[in-house]
């Protein structure tokens, strides 16, 4: 829940999951007071806690348990729709040693050719990361089918953002993407495609993985910290901000980081 922070340091901020927050915009201190103890009228999950933050005339309703909510109809949908956190580690971490060893061993690359290509791959993934943030989960569609298309891809997660099995993509999904760029690549590429796919498929894993650890781990420190910051006011403050997730990379080129 989202509880009201007020002293004579933080004002005009909101303490989330032990870290203070901006204030969204439109709301006061009370009003977040008031928000933190309500409960919405609306149908949600059973046991869901809910805030309700009223902001411009639109009221936000978001469960911070990690609890689900059922999507689909089918059984066998709902079930794939849900995914444990390390499946893109045990699925992509071996692909990408492949990927490393057939660069240096089977494509005759140097060491600081591959290091080099493998830092490409990374910057591209960080660059797909943002688009498909961007222009595809933050579409905003009219239709009725379009909007429960949207729910379905990423609207769920900003409803029950920690929802711990919807928080990694699942692999009916991300493996058929991973065999379109590994085919672009090869390609386009010739035989510095292992080392920029290596790259590519790290950056992917470390998405999955950051993600999933600032929506359930503490990371008080650092770097860890910021992301942690960073990542949650695009949840609570503004979503119209703040794409990167993995890094604010390309949030800065396109000039929707926060100022």
């Not at 046991?47 to 909510?69: D, F, W």
């Not at 990694?168 to 292992?194: E, K, N, Q």
Request: glycine share 6%.
């Amino acid at each position: 829940m989202w509880q009201a922070a007020w002293n004579p340091v933080r004002v005009g901020l909101i303490r989330f999951d032990g870290h203070f927050l901006p204030l969204p915009p439109g709301l006061t201190r009370h009003s977040a007071e008031d928000a933190s103890a309500s409960r919405s009228n609306e149908r949600v999950a059973p046991g869901a806690e809910v805030t309700k933050i009223t902001v411009m005339a639109s009221r936000l309703y978001v469960s911070n348990k990690n609890e689900t909510v059922r999507m689909f109809k089918s059984d066998v949908m709902e079930f794939l729709s849900h995914v444990h956190p390390a499946t893109p580690l045990v699925l992509y971490l071996p692909l990408v040693a492949y990927m490393l060893y057939a660069a240096i061993w089977k494509s005759g690359l140097s060491m600081l050719a591959v290091a080099g290509l493998f830092a490409v791959g990374l910057v591209i993934w960080t660059l797909l990361e943002y688009i498909i943030h961007r222009w595809v989960f933050h579409y905003e569609p009219k239709t009725p089918i379009g909007k429960k298309l949207h729910f379905i891809v990423h609207g769920v997660h900003h409803d029950y953002p920690n929802d711990g099995r919807r928080l990694v993509m699942p692999p009916a999904v991300s493996m058929p993407l991973a065999v379109i760029f590994w085919l672009l690549f090869a390609v386009t590429l010739g035989r510095f495609a292992p080392a920029v796919s290596a790259g590519f498929g790290f950056g992917y894993i470390c998405y999955d993985s950051i993600h999933y650890a600032i929506h359930h781990f503490p990371m008080k420190r650092g770097v860890w910290l910021w992301l942690k910051q960073y990542h949650l006011r695009h949840h609570y403050h503004d979503d119209h901000t703040g794409f990167g997730v993995s890094s604010p990379l390309w949030d800065y080129v396109f000039r929707t980081n926060r100022r």
